[in-house]
C-alpha cells in the first residue's frame, strides 16, 4: 500500500465554478484519488480558497465591499458546486488568516532565506498615484514580457510564464489606463538561476506531460530569471517584514497544501501524527492537479522551496491541464459564456456530466464541449445503451463473473489489464483515458448484446473500472446486476482473472 498526497490548485473565490473548472484539476483528482482508493491506497485531497489573491482586492474596490466577506460568500458557493458534482475533498481550508496557514507560509520562507535560496534586493515598482494602487497583478496590465499577448504582470494566461513588469510593453494601470509611476522598493526573490541543474533532475521525475516538461525546459534556458515573491501595498500574506512588503498568493500555494493537510489531520480527523505519516514518509507520493498556467509556480518554485526541507518529495507528480472551451469559443464569465456546474448536474445527471467531462478532459490539449454534442450523448448512450445492457445482464446473472466469456476473448482481457494498469498508474494517469476504456467496453458489450452473445462480464468490468468516474451509477449497476466489485477487482489488481480457463 502506498500513500498520496493529492492537491488541487486553489481557485480564486470572486466567482462560482464553471465546467471548465471541473473539466480541469477538480474531476481528475476526485478521479485519481477515488481509482488509488479502489486499489487499496491511503489518500489525502486537499485544497483550499484562495482568499490573498490580488483580484480579490480588486473586486472589493469594484463592489465596495470587504474582500473577505466576498470570498466568504463564493467560497460556499464553491463548495455546494463541488459537492453537486460529487467531488469529494478531503479537506477544503480557508486561508484568510488561519495559523496553519501563516505558520507553513513562514516556515517555507524562513526556509528558503537560511538555504540562500530567498534574497532581498531594490527593484523598481508600478504605482498609480490617481488611484493609488500597485500593479504588481490585478491592477496593472500590458504585453506579457514573453509572449507579447495581453496579461497582468505576474502569471500569464496564454503562455504560463511569470511576466516581468519591467519589461512589458503598453503597461499601464488597469483602474485609469493612466501610466505607473516607478518606485524603488526593497522586494525579497527567489533564486531561480542557481537551481537550475537540480530543477532539471527533478523535472524529467515529476512532470508527468510532456507539455509541461518542454514548459519548464523552456523557462530554465538559457538563464532564467529570479521570482520576485514579495509586494508592496497588494493583496498578500503579512510576513512581519513590512520593508519587503507581502508574500503574494501564488508564492504560497505549496504552503497552502502543506497547511490543508496539517489542519485536515489535526483538527478534523483528530490524528496529528498522520500529518507526519504521509509529509515526511519516504513512500509517500505528492501529485498535484493544476491548470498549465499555473505551472510556473508548481515546476519551477515549489521544488526550490521543498529541497532540502522536511517537506522535500522524493516522489513528486504534476498533472497539468488545458483550457476547456464551449461551442468553440473560450469560457468567459464576464462576457456570459459559461455554463455554471450547479446547472449543469442539476439539468443532467451528475454522473453522466462527469464521464462526458472526462471522455473530453483537456489533458494535454484544448477540447470543446460542445453542448448539443453532450445532450445526444446523454440520451444514445447514457440513458439509453447504460439501460439496456443493464437489463441485459441482469437476465444473465452467471455462477462465476467470467463464465460466457469466449475462448477468444483471453487477448482482449489482457488488453484490457494492461490499458487500465497504464492509465490508473501515478507515473501516467489519465482520466480521459480511463473514461475512453470504460465507454470502449460499454460499446463492446453493446454489439454482444445485438448480436445476442453473452455480455455480463464485459460490463461487470466496464462498471467497476468506470467506478471512480461514475460513483452512483456503478453501484446501481453492481446492485441491480448482482456485480460483486470486489471480487471483480481484486482480479484486476491482481490480474488473476488472465488465467481464468474456459
Ligand atoms: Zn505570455
Ligand atoms: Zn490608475
Redesign the pocket.
Known sequence: MSKFIITITPPTPNGDLHIGHLAGPFLSADIFTRTQRQKGHDCVLVSYSDDYQSYMLRRGREQGREPALIGEENTRKIKISLQMAGIEIDHWMTSLDNTYFRDAVLELYHHGVNNHNIYQKNVLAPY?R??N?WGYEAFGRGQCSSCGQDSDASQCEECACAPNYLYMKNFK?K??G?EHEWVEKEHAYLNISKNVRKLRTWLSDSAVRLNSQAFVERELAPTPQDWQITRHGDAGLDIGQPSLGKTHTWFMGMAGYIAATREHFTVNQQTPQLFDAFWRADDTTLVNFLGYDCLYSHGIAYPILLDGGPYGKKNQRLYTNMFLKLNGLNLSTSRNHAIWIRDLVSDYDTDSVRLYMALLAPEEHESDFVETQFVTWHQDFYQEKLEALTVAATHESPAFWLDGMQRNEHKLLCEVYNRWSTVTSADSFSSRNLASLSVELYELAYSRLQAQKPLYYLVALASCISAPITPTLSRQMQKRCGFNEPLILDNLINANFLDYSI
Open positions: 498609480c490617481a488611484c494602487t494601470c483602474l485609469c493612466g
